[in-house]
């Protein structure tokens, strides 16, 4: 009878191991499929998809090659331009950190710690994170610094390098050492609407770096290297990541033809961040899948990393939760949150995410996204950009919430299996 019963478990054991066999198998082809099409219609030249439950990775893989001439392949470890997905994952954690030692107050405004920003000033922290507080969408600084000839305006960008033009934006273009003041000032000039609803800006964002070093006396890469990704031991993710990286590992974004005038590579492809020396906290990381994948991990781990705390579980509560769901707004403090209705094409993540889920989507073509409910993570990083901005592609296809949405049938599967 023992026997029996050992070999109806041995069995029954079996049948699980390849049940949960064959779903993984049919997630990966779906996933493979989606892939696939997606690079035939030139969605991006190659990308890699990671997701994650209950602190261990269960699925990692890369697809196709850094640009269309097939020439390097893909690797997991490749490192990506996170585009906005920095919003989050620098710019809200330093300002996360900030808050939970008590440097301010969510209602505060903005002006009483970052000065000479006139009506910009007024917005609150919680309306700026929320991007609820009527800022302007964006500015595009190069444009903003010509001259009707078509030439820079004085102390702004020089075709020669000096102690006075240091930073090289191009192979021919190099940015004043005060640049930064520049663009406050068109921060301060830009228009504030007196409606108090949902309009996207990165506008606050750029100022986050001004604003830690003002409040701690350290730099916003040193700030959270210390605080964050020196603990995880997370070594891609990084600013201007050519200081640490070479070409090989790192993947191209676009073809610049109306500013830089060069391919874009290991240099950060937003104009705004390059024009901030690469380091801002609206865009400017890059990081493989696995290192960003810790952050995400982190914060659904109620702000542990092994022994360490690195945030409190009532901060990260409160951050990423919806903050005026009343104005037709889901976003929480920074982090973007699932539709309040949820719509197939205007979604970048799947169905299935819980409301409490967040995350946040890159102009590169980037992702990433946590769900408490499932205790998922999902990472997607590609250069959807590349040769152009104007391959759009992945929106038209899909291709994000698709491959999400697959991650979570498998669970369903393998849950139903046992």
């Given at each position: 009878m023992l026997k029996l019963r050992h070999t109806l478990f041995t069995l029954f054991f079996l049948a699980i191991v390849f049940g949960h066999a064959q779903a993984f198998e049919k997630m990966r082809n779906n996933i493979d499929s989606v892939v696939s099409n997606a690079i035939q219609a030139q969605a991006f030249p190659g990308c890699v998809v990671l997701a994650s439950k209950d602190d261990s990775v269960f699925f990692i893989r890369s697809y196709g090659y850094h640009t269309y001439d097939s020439m390097r392949r893909v690797a997991v470890n490749d490192i990506y331009d996170l585009a906005s997905v920095t919003k989050v994952v620098g710019g809200t954690l330093a300002v996360m950190k900030l808050y939970e030692n008590g440097y301010f107050n969510l209602d505060d405004p903005i002006g009483e710690y970052v000065d000479k920003l006139g009506k910009v000033g007024d917005v609150t922290f919680r309306e700026a994170l929320a991007h609820q507080g009527g800022l302007y969408p964006w500015i595009p600084y190069y444009k903003e610094i010509k001259k009707k000839n078509g030439k820079f305006k004085n102390n702004t960008i020089s075709a020669t390098r000096d102690s006075e033009y240091n930073f090289a934006l191009s192979d021919s273009l190099f940015l004043h050492k005060d640049f930064y003041n520049r663009i406050k000032n068109m921060i301060r000039k830009?228009?504030?609407?007196?409606?108090?609803?949902?309009?996207?800006?990165?506008?606050?964002?750029?100022?986050?770096?001004?604003?830690?070093?003002?409040?701690?006396?350290?730099?916003?890469?040193?700030?959270?290297s210390h605080n964050f990704f020196r603990p995880m031991n997370a070594k891609t993710l990084?600013?201007?990541?050519?200081?640490?990286?070479?070409?090989?590992?790192?993947?191209?974004?676009?073809?610049?033809?109306?500013?830089?005038?060069?391919?874009?590579?290991?240099?950060?492809?937003?104009?705004?961040?390059?024009?901030?020396?690469?380091?801002?906290?609206?865009?400017?990381?890059?990081?493989?899948?696995?290192d960003l994948s810790k952050i995400f991990r982190m914060l659904?781990?109620?702000?542990?990393?092994?022994?360490?705390?690195?945030?409190?579980?009532?901060?990260?509560?409160?951050?990423?939760?919806?903050?005026?769901?009343?104005?037709?707004?889901?976003?929480?403090l920074g982090f973007d949150k699932p539709l309040l209705e949820y719509d197939s094409i205007a979604s970048s993540v799947a169905k299935d995410v819980g409301f409490d889920s967040y995350g946040h989507t890159g102009y590169t073509g980037t992702l990433a996204w946590a769900d408490p409910e499932e205790d998922m993570v999902f990472i997607f990083l590609t250069n959807r950009v590349f040769p152009s901005r104007t391959y759009r592609s992945i929106y038209q296809l899909n291709v994000r919430p698709t491959i999400h949405q697959f991650f979570y049938d498998y669970l369903k599967e393998i849950e139903s299996k046992e």
């Open positions: 830009s228009k504030v609407s007196d409606q108090k609803k949902y309009r996207y800006s990165g506008l606050f964002f750029y100022l986050i770096p001004e604003l830690v070093e003002n409040l701690t006396d350290t730099t916003f890469n040193d700030y959270l990084t600013f201007n990541p050519l200081d640490s990286f070479s070409t090989h590992q790192i993947v191209p974004t676009e073809i610049d033809t109306f500013f830089r005038m060069q391919p874009i590579h290991g240099m950060v492809h937003d104009e705004g961040a390059i024009m901030m020396k690469g380091v801002s906290g609206n865009a400017g990381l890059f990081s493989n899948a696995e659904l781990n109620e702000g542990e990393v092994d022994t360490l705390r690195l945030l409190s579980k009532q901060t990260i509560r409160l951050f990423t939760s919806t903050q005026y769901p009343n104005n037709d707004n889901r976003r929480g």
